[in-house]
Antibody, heavy 118, light 107 residues
Framework: QGQLVQSGAEVKKPGASVKVSCKVS????????MHWVRQAPGKGLEWMGT????????IFAQKFEGRVTMTEDTSTDTAYMELSTLRSEDTAVYFC???????????WGQGTMVTVSS | DIQMTQSPSTLSASVGDRVTITCRASQSISFWLAWYQQKPGKAPKLLIYKASSLETGVPSRFSGSGSGTEFTLTISSLQPDDFATYYC?????????FGQGTKVDIK
C-alpha cells in the first residue's frame, strides 16, 4: 500500500519562502504524477500544480505562476514544493497527492501546516 | 479556467437518508470528474473517479453519475461515518479544479 509522508509544520515571515517535502513509499515517483493542493483554514481545496518526473514537465494553476516551484528527487522518491514571496493569505495546509493517469488523486500526504505571520 | 459549482453548500440529513450532491462544470469535461470525502483535520479521500467508477475499498452505497457539465454523487443510505465534507474535482486539458465543497451534517 502506497504512502506519502510530508515534512513538518513551518512558520514563516511575509516575503520568505517555504519548501515542503513529500516522500513516496510503497511505489516510486516515476509511476505517478505528483500534485500539490492547499487548504486555507476553514476553506475549500485549491489545486496548485503538478509535476511529472518522467518528462520533467510542470503545470501550475495560473495564480501561482512565478511563485511556485515543484521538483522531484527520483533517487530518494521525494517530491518538493517551494512557494516564494509568502503573504498572510498563503497560510494553509499544503497536501501532496499522487495520481495514476487521470483516475483521481488516490493517495494523499498527511498535510503540512504553513503559517505566514510577522 | 473551468469553474465547478456544487450544490447545496450544506446539507442536513439523518442516518438512513438518501443523499444527492450536484456538481456543475462551466464547460464540458466529458467524464473527467472525481469525488472526495474530507473529515476535519484529515486529508481528502478519493471516492469516485471518471464520474462513476468506485475507488477500491469505498462502500457501494456511494455512487456517481453524469457527463458533460452535470454530475451527481449519491449516498444511498447515509451512515454515521459519512458525515463529512464532499468535493468534486474536474480534470480537463492539464487543469484541475475543485468545487467549493458540500458539508453533510446531522439533522
Amino acid at each position: 500500500q502506497g504512502q506519502l509522508v510530508q515534512s513538518g509544520a513551518e512558520v514563516k515571515k511575509p516575503g520568505a519562502s517555504v519548501k515542503v517535502s513529500c516522500k513516496v513509499s510503497g511505489y516510486t515517483l516515476s509511476e505517478i504524477s505528483m500534485h500539490w493542493v492547499r487548504q486555507a483554514p476553514g476553506k475549500g481545496l485549491e489545486w496548485m500544480g503538478t509535476s511529472d518526473p518522467e518528462d520533467g514537465e510542470t503545470i501550475f494553476a495560473q495564480k501561482f505562476e512565478g511563485r511556485v516551484t515543484m521538483t522531484e528527487d527520483t533517487s530518494t522518491d521525494t517530491a518538493y514544493m517551494e512557494l516564494s514571496t509568502l503573504r498572510s493569505e498563503d497560510t494553509a495546509v499544503y497536501f501532496c497527492a499522487s495520481a495514476r493517469g487521470n483516475d483521481g488523486f488516490d493517495i494523499w500526504g498527511q498535510g503540512t501546516m504553513v503559517t505566514v505571520s510577522s | 479556467d473551468i469553474q465547478m459549482t456544487q450544490s447545496p453548500s450544506t446539507l442536513s440529513a439523518s442516518v438512513g437518508d438518501r443523499v444527492t450532491i450536484t456538481c456543475r462544470a462551466s464547460q464540458s469535461i466529458s467524464f473527467w470528474l472525481a469525488w472526495y470525502q474530507q473529515k476535519p483535520g484529515k486529508a481528502p479521500k478519493l471516492l469516485i473517479y471518471k464520474a462513476s467508477s468506485l475507488e477500491t475499498g469505498v462502500p457501494s452505497r456511494f455512487s456517481g453519475s453524469g457527463s458533460g457539465t452535470e454530475f451527481t454523487l449519491t449516498i444511498s443510505s447515509l451512515q454515521p461515518d459519512d458525515f463529512a465534507t464532499y468535493y468534486c474535482q474536474q480534470y480537463n486539458t492539464y487543469s484541475w479544479t475543485f468545487g467549493q465543497g458540500t458539508k453533510v451534517d446531522i439533522k
